[in-house]
């Protein structure tokens, strides 16, 4: 299964805005993200609820339903501008080229089939000449290879008769049946317990390895990304204000908000007495945001600026980049040192 | 399986026993004799005719000898309406024409009703949905007499050129049974309808249907085999009772049209005084739909796997 070594970009947004047209008013869930995912490569996307993640996953595999609509922007898959694919070739592309699993493995498989036909549908939706023996075959397959034992039995089971944990590998299962090359994963370990959590992750790593699909991973637990990522975006209030390495977004935060994630994260190495800081203030009402940065109003370090101007994406290097005004001002500061130090025209850039 | 039919089949004996209990004192406790008529008899033929028929005995006595009668399959014999023939004989000549009656019009009402309401299901918010929610708020709304009347005085010949059918219902001719159908299932179907509809809605924003469409499937998939079959399991319920009543008669439908059913004997009976009639017909009734529930019951186990009926149906 190895075999599909390609290298280079497998996913590309650009400055993707989604809104949702509710009758209260324009809701700009995502506003302006962009971000490269390269194949073999697994990104975390966080945030709190709220905050847009899931809707810019669902934007890429065209599930957004009314009133949610992309309005600018692209996605480009594979060298294929996502967004201009007509409603068939959407289909075709949903579950084949891009699969998808969901939070709640409770109620994301349809209670009323078994597992196998719901896993052999899953393949002849895009394999229409395989034959049931066959089909049966490849689902049998899966699920020994997302961890399942007695396949011959499970194939005939309902849903209702298997955990949670089991039917999120169902799903895991019913997702990589036909070889993806991207991975969407909402959320998938969020509704489990936390043994389950980590063998899941376990899994998804494994398969990972195995299939070399991208994956892109939901959530708003950052032990999760971790655990599985290699790079990740830092959502807020529908736009992406870091991005980044994971070592970097771990050791070397950049924008408040991060810091402020991770100072409200329980730590195995934390002194005994060392309390969690939450992050004062709620969520932004997304009919009315802030101008300037979204985060300013409850940001420690705001500034005048903050809230005016959202900042520009300020490189921290190795594609660390980040959003803040604080990062803007560092940077001038070193131009302006930099140039005094040696004396020349800082490079244009 | 077999223990629960077996449980469900005691739990209706007893049923039945209290529905023959209640209707028997309650019938006996309306004012009035089944000898009433235009000209009141003497005291003396009233007398007479009471020890003929056992009703000048205590009631419970009377209600043991029924009973022990029914236990030999003996409903008694008709004492006004059509005297002397046997209850049971007049149940059995009267069900087949009010169950195919019944039977066409509950079939056009599941074949008509459940795809329109998945058409305003999937197409909701649309003139589709606006224009069926106000069919189908008349029929429910509306009393079947009406809808009985107004077909019988549109196509009978009381609009110029749309006499279609007859007026008079005449057993075996297919024309008779357009307008009864059509009348009597226009009530189910616009329920049936309504309930498709909200049942669709619901399965529909279910996240099994996110997965189905995440794995690139087609809509029709989606609509007919995944979102459907969850959609029928509260339709189920609705449609057992409803199958019972259609079947056994549309007393008012039976009424307008003139057809010798089972629906206007029910309830000819009660104003008759016809005590063997009233109870023949209650009992064969409610013996119906305890039996179509049972139906309804086990059906549920095809359409919902996760129903477990040795549990009691849990």
């Known amino acids: ?349 | 399986m077999t223990k629960y039919v077996l449980k469900r089949v005691l739990m209706a004996v007893i049923t039945l026993f209290v529905v023959i209990c209640l209707t028997f004192f309650l019938m006996n406790a309306v004012p009035g004799t089944p000898w009433l008529s235009e000209k009141t008899p003497s005291e003396a033929t009233i007398a007479a005719l009471n020890e003929k028929y056992g009703l000048d005995k205590p009631l419970i006595v009377q209600l043991g000898k029924y009973l022990e009668n029914l236990a030999h399959l003996d409903f008694g014999n008709s004492i006004k309406m059509q005297k002397d023939r046997p209850v049971l004989e007049i149940i059995l000549t009267m069900f087949p024409i009010s169950a195919s009656i019944g039977a066409i019009a509950i079939l056009w009402a599941i074949l008509v009703g459940v795809p329109l309401g998945c058409l305003a299901a999937y197409r909701r918010g649309t003139w589709v949905d606006s224009l069926l929610r106000v069919i189908c708020t008349i029929g429910i709304s509306m009393p079947g007499f009406v809808i009985a009347t107004m077909l019988l005085h549109a196509f009978t010949g009381g609009i110029e050129g749309l006499k279609f059918f007859p007026t008079i219902f005449q057993q075996g001719t297919a024309k008779s049974y357009v307008l009864p159908c059509l009348a009597l299932g226009f009530y189910p179907m616009c329920y049936l309808s309504r309930q498709t509809r909200t049942a669709m809605l619901d399965a529909i924003n279910q996240e099994y249907i996110k997965t189905a469409r995440a794995k690139g499937l087609r809509n029709k998939t989606i609509i007919f085999k995944h979102a459907l079959r969850n959609a029928l399991i509260p339709v189920i319920t609705y449609l057992g009772p409803q199958i019972a009543f259609t079947l056994c008669g549309g007393f008012v439908v039976e009424t307008v049209f003139t057809i010798p059913g089972l629906g206007r004997y029910f309830v000819s009976s009660i104003s008759n005084r016809d005590y063997p009639l009233i109870m023949g017909t209650t009992i064969f009734l409610a013996a119906f739909i305890i039996v179509m529930n049972l139906i309804v019951d086990l059906l549920y186990k095809l359409v919902d796997p996760r129903i477990n009926l040795a549990k009691g149906g849990e």
């Not at chain 1, 967004?83 to 075709?92: G, T």
């Not at chain 1, 299962?173 to 070889?179: F, R």
Request: proline residues 6%; charged residues 25%; negative net charge.
């Open chain 1, 1 to 349: 299964m190895a075999e599909n070594e390609k290298t280079g970009k497998l996913l590309e947004v650009k400055d993707l805005h989604v809104s949702f047209f509710t009758p209260a008013g324009e809701v700009k869930a995502v506003g302006g993200i962009s971000y490269d995912l390269n194949y073999g490569e697994v990104m975390g996307i966080v945030g709190e609820s709220g905050s847009g993640k899931s809707v810019e996953a669902y934007s890429i595999i065209g599930l957004l339903q009314s009133p949610g609509k992309v309005i600018g922007g692209s996605i480009t898959l594979e060298g294929e501008d996502v967004l201009a694919k007509s409603k068939e070739e959407m289909i075709a592309l949903r579950g084949s080229k891009v699969a998808m699993i969901f939070q709640n493995p409770m109620t994301c498989l349809n209670p009323v089939y078994t597992i196998g036909n719901q896993l052999i549908e899953a393949l002849k939706a895009h394999d229409k000449k395989v034959s049931k023996q066959e089909a049966a075959k490849r689902a049998m397959e899966m699920l020994e290879l997302v961890g399942i034992n007695n396949v011959q039995k499970r194939m005939k089971q309902y849903p209702h008769e298997l955990s949670g944990g089991m039917r999120q590998r169902v799903m895991i299962a019913m997702g990589l049946i036909c070889h993806p090359q991207l991975l969407i994963a909402d959320e998938p370990t969020t509704a489990l317990d936390v043994t389950i959590q980590a063998q899941i992750l376990e899994l998804m790593k494994d398969l990972q390895k195995k299939t070399h699909m991208g994956i892109i991973f939901i959530t708003h637990n950052l032990g999760v990304v971790a655990e599985i990522c290699d790079k990740v975006s830092v959502m807020y209030a529908g736009k992406m204000v870091e991005q980044g390495p994971v070592d970097d977004i771990f050791y070397k935060p950049g924008h408040p908000y991060t810091m402020g994630l991770l100072r409200s994260m329980p730590r195995v190495d934390a002194e005994s007495y060392e309390r969690l800081i939450p992050i004062e203030g709620t969520p932004v009402d997304m009919l009315n945001p802030p101008e300037g940065c979204p985060f300013a109003p409850r940001c420690e370090y705001a500034m005048k600026i903050c809230l005016q101007k959202m900042p520009p994406y300020v490189e921290l290097g190795d594609g660390h980049r980040s959003a803040c005004w604080l990062r803007v001002q560092e940077q001038l500061q070193r131009e302006k040192q930099g140039a005094a130090e040696t004396k020349e025209v800082p490079e244009h850039e």
